[in-house]
C-alpha cells in the first residue's frame, strides 16, 4: 500500500459522523475512524519486513485523525521512540525534535560520555590495577597469619616469665626478664608497623586509579545530567492555543519536577505537535500496541490502549489545552444492597463504578451510603475495598472495635473471598495457582505490574465454570489482596494470558467490567461464629 504522505485522507464511515469533540486520549473508546486509520497502518506495518523483528519485540504506535483547513479529514501516524535506528520514516510524523542526529549536541555529548565510561572501563581492567588488588589481598591474608602468629608467641613468653618470675627471687633474673618482654614488645611493635606501612603502600598505589575512575564518575554523572537537562528544553511542545513550553517548564509543577526519560518521545505528543505546526485539527486520537507484551506489564498485540501517565500525563496535560476535550459521562450508580446487617457490622452488594471508599473526586462511594443509612452506627468504615469497576460483596464495620477485629483477620489472610469473571479466549486447563509478584507501575499508574525483583507476593487459585464460544467464566479465589491482582492474573501472558471482558487498563473497554465478588466468609468479630455471604453474578 502507498504510506508516503505524512496526512492520509480517509473516507468517512457510512452511519458514523465525525467527533464533536477531541476524546481524552486517557480515557476513550476509539472511534470508527481511528480503527480504520490503524487497520491501514497495520497493514503497512506488515509489509516491512525489515521492521518485523523489532515491532515483534514490541512497539506502540498512535494514530490522529484530523480536518485540514480546506475542510479535507485524514489521519496521522506516529511510532513511539525510534523505529530501525531512525526517528524519520516515510508517512510517519517527524519526532518533536531529533536526537539522532550525528553532529546534534545530544550525540556529540552521547559520544563524550562513552568515551568516560571506555576510560573508567581501562582503568579497572588494568592488570597492573588487577596485580595491585591481589597483592593487597595476600598482604592483608599474610599480615594477619604473622601478627596472630606472633601475638600467640608472645603470649606464651609471657606466661613463662610470669611462672619464672613466681619462683625466684634473684634481680638479675628479674630484671633480664624485664628486658626480654620489652624486647619482644618492640618486635611485636615493629611486626605491626611493617604491615601497616605495606598496607598503606598498596592501598595508596590503588588509591590513585580509584580516585581516577571515581572522578571520571563524577563528570560522566554531571555531563549526564546537564546533557538530559539540555535535551528536555530543545522538547518545546505546543498546544492548541499557541503557547510553546519545553519539558522542563511542564513538569516543574509536578511532584516529579523533572521529566523522565524518553518524555516527549510516545506517539500521542508527536501527533499533536505536528497537527499544531500544520494547522491541522486534531479530531480523535488513538494509541494500539503492536508485538510482544514487555515482561510484567500487560500489552496484548493490537489493543488500543490509553496514553501513559508518567511520561504523558503532564505533556498532554499541557498540549490539549485549548481544544474541547471529550468527558465521558458516568451515570451515579445504583445503590449498594444490604444482604446483612447487624449492630457491628454490614454486608453489602456494591453496584459497578461505585467506589468503595470516598476519595478525592465527587463520585458516590459505599462509604458515604453507608454513613448516610447506617446514622446510629458508632463509626462506618469498609473494612477492605473492590475496584470501582468491581461489582459484588463488601464489608462495612459499624464500630472501631469490630472494624480492628475484622482488619485483623484480612492482614492474617483468614479471610475467604471468591471472585466470578468472565475472561476474553478459553482456558483450556480446568483448574489451577497463579503466582506472580506485583508492584506499581509508576509510569502507567494506576496501573499495576508483574514484578519478579520488588513486587509484592501475589497468589490466585482458579477453577473454570464455564465456556461460552470464545470466552470463559472462571471462579478466582484469591490467597493475597495486592491491587489489580485478578485483573494481572487474567491478564498477563504468564498468568491465564486472557482479560477479564471490560477491563480498559488490561484489555479492552466493554459496557462494564466482568468481575464481581460473589463470595466472602470470615468470622464474626463480636460472636466468634463463622459467617458466608453471597451476592449473586448477573453474567
Excluded at 196 to 224: F, G, H, M, P, T
Excluded at 374 to 392: C, E, I, N, W
Aim: net charge neutral; hydrophobic share 40%; with cysteine.
Amino acid at each position: 500500500m502507498a504510506f508516503s504522505e505524512i496526512f492520509h485522507k480517509l473516507e468517512l464511515i457510512e452511519g458514523y459522523s465525525l467527533p464533536e469533540q477531541m476524546n481524552n486520549p486517557f480515557d476513550y473508546v476509539p472511534h470508527p475512524l481511528c480503527c480504520r486509520a490503524a487497520e491501514e497502518v497495520c497493514a503497512y506495518l506488515g509489509e516491512r519486513s525489515e521492521w518485523s523483528g523489532e515491532i515483534a519485540k514490541g512497539k506502540m504506535f498512535g494514530v490522529l485523525i484530523v480536518r485540514s483547513t480546506q475542510g479535507e479529514i485524514g489521519y496521522l501516524a506516529a511510532f513511539s521512540g525510534n523505529l530501525a535506528g531512525s526517528n524519520f520514516h516515510s508517512g510517519f510524523v517527524p519526532p518533536v525534535y531529533d536526537m539522532l542526529q550525528p553532529d546534534d549536541r545530544f550525540r556529540i555529548g552521547e559520544a563524550e560520555i562513552s568515551a568516560i565510561n571506555r576510560r573508567i572501563k581501562q582503568i579497572e581492567s588494568d592488570n597492573l590495577f588487577s596485580e595491585l588488588k591481589i597483592n593487597l589481598a595476600e598482604a592483608l591474608a599474610k599480615s594477619e597469619q604473622e601478627i596472630s602468629s606472633a601475638k600467640h608467641q608472645l603470649d606464651e613468653q609471657k606466661a613463662l616469665r610470669d611462672i619464672e618470675r613466681a619462683a625466684t627471687s634473684d634481680p638479675e633474673r628479674l630484671a633480664e626478664l624485664i628486658r626480654e618482654s620489652q624486647h619482644q614488645k618492640a618486635e611485636f611493635a615493629r611486626l605491626k608497623k611493617y604491615w601497616r606501612e605495606e598496607q598503606a603502600r598498596l592501598k595508596a598505589d590503588i588509591d590513585a586509579y580509584q580516585q581516577e575512575a571515581d572522578s571520571l564518575r563524577v563528570e560522566r554523572k554531571r555531563r549526564s545530567e546537564e546533557l538530559q537537562m539540555w535535551i528536555f528544553k530543545q522538547f518545546r511542545m505546543l498546544n492548541a492555543c499557541g503557547q510553546v513550553r519545553d519539558l522542563c517548564e511542564i513538569f516543574a509543577p509536578t511532584p516529579q519536577r523533572i521529566p523522565p526519560a524518553g518524555a516527549g518521545e510516545c506517539a500521542a505528543p508527536k501527533l499533536l505537535q505536528y497537527a499544531y505546526q500544520n494547522n491541522l485539527e486534531p479530531l480523535a486520537m488513538a494509541e494500539f500496541w503492536q508485538g510482544r507484551s514487555p515482561r510484567g506489564e500487560v500489552r496484548r498485540h493490537g489493543t488500543f490502549y490509553p496514553s501513559c501517565q508518567g511520561k504523558c500525563g503532564p505533556i498532554l496535560g499541557f498540549m490539549l489545552q485549548g481544544l474541547n476535550i471529550e468527558k465521558r459521562e458516568v451515570a451515579r450508580p445504583l445503590s449498594p444492597t444490604l444482604i446483612y446487617e447487624d449492630e457491628w457490622l454490614a454486608v453489602v452488594a456494591k453496584p459497578a463504578e461505585m467506589l468503595s471508599v470516598e476519595g478525592r473526586c465527587e463520585k458516590w462511594s459505599v462509604e458515604q451510603w453507608a454513613r448516610e443509612k447506617f446514622t446510629k452506627a458508632q463509626r462506618v468504615m469498609p473494612v477492605h475495598r473492590l475496584d470501582m469497576s468491581t461489582s459484588g460483596v463488601l464489608v462495612v464495620a459499624k464500630r472501631v472495635d469490630a472494624y480492628r477485629a475484622l482488619q485483623g483477620e484480612f492482614n492474617a489472610c483468614r479471610v475467604v473471598k471468591k471472585y466470578i469473571a468472565l475472561l476474553e479466549g478459553n482456558i483450556m486447563i480446568d483448574e489451577g495457582r497463579i503466582e506472580l509478584p506485583l508492584a506499581a507501575d509508576y509510569a502507567n499508574r494506576p496501573c499495576q505490574k508483574v514484578d519478579f525483583e520488588s513486587g509484592k507476593p501475589a497468589i490466585t487459585e482458579y477453577r473454570v465454570v464455564e465456556r461460552r464460544e470464545g470466552r470463559t467464566l472462571i471462579e478466582f479465589s484469591p490467597l493475597t489482596g495486592r491491587t489489580h491482582q485478578l485483573r494481572l492474573h487474567a491478564a498477563h501472558a504468564e498468568g491465564l494470558n486472557a482479560p477479564i471482558v471490560g477491563d480498559a487498563l488490561y484489555g479492552n473497554r466493554d459496557r462494564r467490567l466482568f468481575l464481581h465478588a460473589a463470595y466472602i466468609a470470615f468470622t464474626h468479630p463480636a460472636t466468634g461464629e463463622w459467617v458466608e455471604f453471597n451476592s449473586p453474578c448477573d453474567f
